[in-house]
């Protein structure tokens, strides 16, 4: 879907603890979903995907669930670093088989506190 | 990984200008670029696709002879924005893909500031 806010939502977590980033998504036929990682002033970085075909892939301290019933996606981050902190952006490829396009949804502001 | 780079970085330019943001692909060939645009506190929204040899795709609401795009060759597109107005000021990024079903690549973005 498309980003309609002016601010990000924000999820405060302690260094250490767990995060866990939801998203909706909008399109039932959409069959990929990538979650994101941007830094300020930087571009996206690839963190972990999953097909449609699948509701849970695991990745390196991150884990992707999808539940495509109610079109949802989260992130799971295990142990949350400092280093996590960053606007993280579930997108979905849409049209599938054709077109390709991602499109990406509204993000979340991720703050590891010390 | 493959590596995009966009250069530049960083531009400021007065209004009614035009400024030429390019993206290469370093490491492969890319068939596909896109284009996105990102203003503060939001989202990415994709702006156009750009296929190697052909014009490009413009989303909806994307004014085509304001964005200019070109994708000249494989490694190669370039996003010239026109007569730029203080609202055009935000930051651009790009994507390219080797394959139609291929792992995307993003850039570092670039931040056009209009004065």
């Known amino acids: 879907g498309e980003s309609v806010g002016l601010h990000l939502p924000t999820l405060s977590v302690q260094e250490g603890d767990n995060s866990i980033i939801n998203c909706a998504y909008s399109?039932?036929?959409?069959?990929?979903f990538i979650w994101y990682k941007q830094e300020s002033g930087k571009g996206p970085q690839f963190i972990i995907d999953?097909?449609?075909?699948?509701d849970k892939r695991q990745g390196q301290r991150v884990t992707v669930l999808l539940n495509k019933t109610v079109k949802h996606l989260s992130l799971q981050i295990a142990a949350t670093q400092p280093g996590d902190s960053a606007v993280y952006f579930c997108?979905?490829?849409?049209?599938?088989?054709?077109?390709?396009?991602?499109?990406f949804g509204t993000g979340t502001q991720l703050k590891v506190e010390l | 990984g493959a590596v995009v780079s966009q250069h530049p970085s960083r531009v400021i330019c007065k209004s009614g200008t035009s400024v030429k943001i390019e993206c290469r692909s370093l490491?492969?060939?890319?068939?596909?670029m896109f284009w996105y645009r990102q203003f503060p506190k939001q989202s990415l929204m994709l702006m156009a696709t750009?296929?190697?040899?052909?014009?490009?795709?413009?989303e909806q609401g994307v004014e085509k002879d304001k964005f200019l795009i070109n994708h000249a060759s494989l490694t190669l597109s370039t996003l010239t924005v026109t007569s730029a107005h203080p609202e055009d000021s935000s930051f651009y990024i790009c994507?390219?893909?080797?394959?139609?079903?291929?792992?995307?690549?993003f850039g570092e973005g670039s931040r056009l500031t209009v004065l």
């Open positions: 994507s390219a893909r080797v394959t139609g079903d291929g792992e995307l690549f």
């Open positions: 750009s296929n190697e040899g052909s014009k490009a795709t413009y």
């Open positions: 399109n039932s036929a959409s069959d990929y």
């Open positions: 490491d492969f060939q890319a068939t596909t």
């Open positions: 999953i097909r449609s075909n699948m």
């Open positions: 997108a979905e490829l849409y049209p599938p088989g054709g077109g390709n396009k991602l499109t």
